[in-house]
């Protein structure tokens, strides 16, 4: 490893089928006021709302509610919450739900005693907090982004056509996180899959990037090689306590901060998949899933050696007899071949993307440098093309 680095995760985790039994002594330890954030419904329908509010109760707790964040939470939104928040001073913003809400939740913590524009602050200027933070607690139930435990917040600006994202510091990761796999069971086919391609692009947009031998390298194939078998489980039967639980975990130490240390890492993927998102609205994971293979097959002669490893280390591909670039080509196969066995969208125009879009969309990517190849604006056109 020749990074130099910090590592702190303050996130206290809860874990298991009883996880939510230490929500009281987490609650216990704010103020009476707890802005109780969620999404458009699901929990109401599977009953974790009812069980949380009654630990509110219990611990007679003043809860404001916030529901109705949207998947992919706009900018007007987050004005309504930055509101509520600061009227009612709250002490606590427990967060209810999947990244969106957590993501969300974070977003209204630092921005509620923002005197400038949030927007423009936290997600053009990319200024670090100097204003109260609220503290966030959650209690998650989509699998897939990790925001459980990090600072990361993605917001989209519907007026603009913008989704951007800032990582903020470990003062703004939640304080505690409750991560029952049972709370996952619910969920539809289409987001478990979606989450699952989600949680393992986090792990590649780390790994494909660097040349020394790297811990954290080793880690992610591990984790990639644990999300595969159990996806395929999970797959056959969503109530496989033993695989649904593996995702969830990995889902944490994909973007926990882990797996980045001493990487420069690239997340290519996810700014080509966050322009498609802002003007399509479409499932994260889903617009990762288009884009991916366009843009890996693109990089791979410049990172040759890693999509090698790849391809023998994660998806077990013999060497005999073949050429690196065969070997790595075969490794990218074998990925489609898991993509398509877990049923996801492959193509763009399958997610409202049409080709009159495309410059459009193009202009949105940010380039980032931190991965094998930084790509020009005419590279980023030719492959949303092929993602099409
Ligand atoms: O709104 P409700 O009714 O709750 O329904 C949600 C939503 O429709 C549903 N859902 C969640 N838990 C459920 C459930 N349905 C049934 N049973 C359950 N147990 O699932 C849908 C998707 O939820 P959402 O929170 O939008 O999904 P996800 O966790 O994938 O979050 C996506 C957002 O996170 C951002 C994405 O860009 C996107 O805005 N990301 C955040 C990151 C971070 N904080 O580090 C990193 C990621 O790369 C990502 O960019
Ligand atoms: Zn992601």
Known sequence: MLGEFIYCNPTRIYFGKKALANL?????????????????????????????????????????????????????????????????????????????????????????????????KYFERMEDVDNPIIPVGCILTMVGTGSEANGGSVITNVQKKMKKSHTFGDNVFPKFAILNPEYSYTLPKYQMVAGIYDIFNHLTEQYFSGEDDNTSDYVAEGLMRSLIHASYIALKDPYDYEARSNIMWTATLALNTLTAKGKSTDWMVHMLGKAIGAYTDATHGMTLAVCSLPYYRYIMPYGLAKFKRFAVNVFNVDIKDKSDEEIAK???????????????????????MTLEMLEEVADKVLITSGGYKTLNHEEIVEILKASL
Do not use: R
């Not at 009812?50 to 916030?66: P, R, S």
């Not at 075969?330 to 409202?352: F, I």
């Open 24 to 120: 009281e002594k987490e609650i216990m330890k704010y103020g009476p006021k707890v802005l109780l954030v969620y999404g458009k419904g699901s929990i109401k329908k599977n009953g974790i709302y009812d069980e949380v509010m009654t630990i509110l109760n219990k611990a007679n707790k003043e809860v404001i509610e916030d529901g109705g964040v949207m998947p992919n939470p706009t900018l007007d939104k987050l004005y309504e919450g930055l509101k509520l928040a600061k009227d009612n001073k709250v002490d606590l913003i427990l967060a209810v739900g999947g990244g969106s809400v957590i993501d969300y939740a974070k977003a209204v913590s630092v921005g509620a005693y923002c005197e400038d524009d949030v927007w423009e």
């Open 330 to 352: 075969e490794g990218l196969d074998e990925l489609e071949k898991w993509m398509h066995d877990l049923g996801l969208v492959m193509h763009a125009k399958d997610l409202g």
